[in-house]
């Protein structure tokens, strides 16, 4: 019989955490998509920015920013244009290399038990390409795939 995955999507805020104290700015960010799948050995995830941010912080984030930054724009008014995939990792019960440590303590995608997880920018940056060329059917095969292959 095969195991039973479950597919989540979850969305995180933008964000204004700046502070004029440098220990406490967080800066600015955009919403967060965060396609998790996630069965009884563990979850894989796909995490990326929408590119979509408050509207009080997008003007400053694109004028601090628009050298790594495409932007457009029109009017004198920024237009929102940036997405980036951030990560495309796992969350494991148990250790997936030699020497790795307990990464959260209590995992969301774990049912609240520790795991070990790991990911790569490097793979989110070509996942980005593939979902918006073919979308979140062709991304949710490559999770199921990345799954399998990594919890045999």
Partial sequence: MEEKLERITHFVPAFDKRNPDPHKNYGIGSVKCMMVLKGKNGAVHFIFSTGMFLP?????????KRDLFHFNYEGGEVKQSYYMGFD????????????QHVS???????????????GSGLRAEEWMDIFIRKGSDEIWKMLEEDYKSRFK
């Fill in 56 to 64: 009080e912080t997008i003007k400053e984030y694109y004028r601090d």
């Fill in 104 to 118: 959260q303590t209590k995992c969301k995608w774990l049912d609240g038990k520790p795991c070990y997880s790991d």
């Fill in 88 to 99: 495309v990792g796992y969350h494991s019960h148990k250790p997936e290399f030699d020497g």
